[in-house]
């Protein structure tokens, strides 16, 4: 039975990814920073910036699949963003040091990425071989892609995920835009027309079984076929909890004076391409918002 080291396991996807990864018969262990819940048994002690784990943690791990990372839904100071960077990366090259040092033979190592690579364009069907962006998130992705193809080096296949938005119905991205528009105070930010690529939670899950199963390497655009202007998402979720929208746009300057350089977060445009994914054989079974969001 395939063994699975997850980090990040806490977090929204983690959790689902968990639950799923066990339903179909692959054992699970998970790395934590809380060394006091850590049992060494499905959880392991881990802290990244120390240099610390608990290397019983690899013991005949076939694949690890690298979540960990500080949520960029949080205001963007200069510490934090340290914190949004190193999570990511210094946690990653810790990974791979650790792996090397131990001379472990990984069938795979299979890290996240985000849309945020390409950075704020105007382009439709992006493909994984479009250029990066040039704002801090691009940069997040990219140095955050660079240090997980170390593990080509040691001859570990490595297999990346560029994340849309991840959504799910009573967490995340939905949660938050749902909570003002449930109390009649929804807007649209900006214009509304900044295009937003999404994936449902349960495909995402799916989507790394996939990856497992079809052993896939590479980079892989993971979103839905039909990415959503901010505008289509909030009034899809207005209908589907009978409220109005009917407050003015948000303008764009008042979002970037007061959220600063994270406003890129709610102003970025990006619409990628699945096309690579599905000529994979994957079949994204939640297409439709409206279906995600019941």
Same mark, same amino acid.
Request: net charge positive; with cysteine; aromatic share 10%.
């Given at each position: 039975?395939?063994?699975?080291?997850?980090?990040?396991? +806490?977090?929204?996807?983690?959790?689902?990814?968990?639950?799923?990864?066990?339903?179909?018969?692959?054992?699970?262990?998970?790395?934590?920073?809380?060394q006091?819940?850590?049992?060494?048994i499905?959880?392991?002690?881990?802290?990244?910036?120390?240099?610390? @784990?608990?290397?019983?943690?690899?013991?005949?791990?076939?694949?690890?699949?690298?979540?960990?990372?500080?949520?960029? +839904?949080?205001?963007?100071?200069?510490?934090?963003?340290?914190?949004?960077?190193?999570?990511r990366?210094?946690?990653?090259? $810790?990974? $791979?040091?650790?792996?090397?040092?131990?001379?472990?033979?990984?069938?795979?190592?299979?890290?996240?990425?985000?849309?945020?690579?390409?950075?704020?364009?105007?382009?439709?069907?992006?493909?994984?071989?479009?250029?990066?962006?040039?704002? $801090?998130?691009?940069?997040?992705?990219?140095?955050?892609e660079?240090?997980?193809?170390?593990?080509?080096?040691?001859k570990?296949?490595?297999?990346?995920?560029?994340?849309?938005?991840?959504?799910?119905?009573?967490?995340?991205?939905?949660?938050?835009?749902?909570?003002?528009?449930?109390?009649?105070?929804?807007?649209? *930010?900006?214009?509304?027309?900044?295009?937003?690529?999404?994936?449902?939670?349960?495909?995402?899950?799916?989507? $790394?079984?996939?990856?497992?199963?079809?052993?896939?390497?590479?980079?892989?655009?993971?979103? +839905?076929?039909?990415? @959503?202007?901010?505008e289509?998402?909030d009034?899809?979720?207005?209908?589907?909890?009978?409220?109005? *929208?009917?407050l003015?746009?948000i303008?764009?300057?008042? &979002?970037?004076?007061? &959220?600063?350089?994270?406003?890129?977060?709610?102003?970025?445009?990006?619409?990628?391409?699945?096309?690579?994914?599905?000529?994979?054989?994957?079949?994204?079974?939640?297409?439709?918002?409206?279906?995600?969001?019941?």
């Amino acid at each position: 039975m395939p063994i699975v080291l997850l980090t990040g396991a +806490s977090g929204m996807v983690g959790k689902a990814l968990k639950l799923q990864l066990t339903t179909q018969g692959l054992t699970v262990r998970s790395l934590i920073r809380n060394q006091e819940k850590a049992d060494g048994i499905h959880t392991f002690y881990w802290n990244y910036a120390k240099e610390e @784990m608990d290397l019983n943690a690899l013991k005949d791990v076939d694949y690890i699949i690298h979540l960990s990372g500080a949520t960029v +839904s949080k205001r963007w100071t200069f510490d934090y963003k340290k914190e949004i960077y190193d999570s990511r990366i210094m946690s990653t090259d $810790f990974l $791979f040091k650790t792996i090397q040092k131990e001379k472990l033979r990984l069938k795979k190592f299979i890290c996240v990425s985000g849309s945020g690579f390409y950075g704020d364009t105007q382009l439709q069907n992006i493909t994984e071989t479009s250029p990066s962006g040039n704002d $801090f998130l691009a940069m997040v992705c990219r140095d955050w892609e660079t240090a997980a193809q170390q593990f080509n080096s040691i001859k570990i296949p490595v297999c990346i995920l560029r994340l849309g938005v991840v959504m799910s119905p009573n967490e995340g991205f939905i949660k938050t835009v749902s909570a003002p528009i449930k109390w009649f105070v929804g807007a649209d *930010l900006g214009t509304g027309q900044q295009m937003i690529p999404w994936i449902g939670l349960h495909d995402l899950c799916r989507l $790394f079984i996939h990856v497992i199963d079809k052993n896939l390497v590479g980079i892989y655009n993971a979103a +839905s076929s039909h990415p @959503m202007t901010l505008e289509a998402i909030d009034k899809a979720i207005a209908k589907h909890y009978h409220r109005p *929208l009917w407050l003015p746009n948000i303008p764009a300057w008042l &979002l970037k004076k007061v &959220l600063g350089e994270m406003s890129l977060i709610v102003l970025g445009s990006c619409a990628t391409s699945n096309a690579k994914t599905k000529n994979t054989g994957f079949e994204f079974l939640a297409e439709s918002f409206e279906k995600t969001l019941e």
